[in-house]
């Protein structure tokens, strides 16, 4: 796909994207393809689509590359769909390989942490476990600005990250 066709396709990616991320938080407003932009707008997202990669070291050309910033925080996800299966490829510019699959309904654990420390692992399961959430898949990015960005797949989304905070950089979920 290139040209005109690449640009049409980038222009229904972005509102389709937009819809399904949308369609479960906005229970009450019939969310579609003409109001999707403003409804993200509202919600303080930032999309741009791009044919160029955006992870350092990436090369050649992702076809549907997706970038997302919510406004006033401090992360960039940028994605793409591999199939059928939308993925993310970086958060905040650290590279994911393979790409982090992202599944409705599997809700994410994202942190930021050191790569030095043998003991983190261990230490998040254990407050996975005291949680009583399981651990469902996991992945961690190529080290970036000296931290790396570890991805948990688990049960269900955490009551609190506090008990989180001592051990890790930053700390957030995300359910799909």
């Known amino acids: 796909m ?20 949308l369609k479960d938080a906005y229970n009450h407003v019939d969310v579609n393809l003409v109001n999707a932009k403003l409804l993200v707008k509202e919600a303080g997202l930032n999309v741009i689509t791009s044919d160029n ?3 350092p070291g990436e090369q050649g050309c992702r076809e549907g590359l997706l970038s997302m910033a919510l406004a ?15 993925v993310l490829q970086a958060l905040n510019r650290a590279a994911f390989r393979p790409e982090v699959p992202l599944r409705r309904g599997l809700p994410l654990l ?4 050191q790569p ?3 003991a983190m692992l261990p230490t998040m399961i254990g407050l996975l476990a005291e949680a009583g959430v399981q651990l469902l898949s996991y992945q ?15 049960s269900f989304l955490l009551s609190s990250l506090d ?4 051990h890790v950089t930053e700390a957030f979920q995300f359910h799909f």
């Open 140 to 154: 961690i990015s190529v080290v970036s600005d000296g931290e790396t960005w570890h991805v948990m797949g688990i």
């Open 110 to 113: 994202l942190f930021q942490a």
């Open 116 to 118: 030095s420390n043998p």
């Open 2 to 21: 290139r040209g005109l066709s690449l640009k049409n396709a980038r222009n229904c990616l972005s509102p389709t994207v937009i819809v399904g991320l």
């Open 72 to 86: 006033g925080a401090p992360y960039q996800a940028v994605g793409f769909v591999q199939g059928t299966t939308p």
């Open 53 to 55: 990669p955006t992870v």
């Open 163 to 166: 008990a989180w905070k001592q």
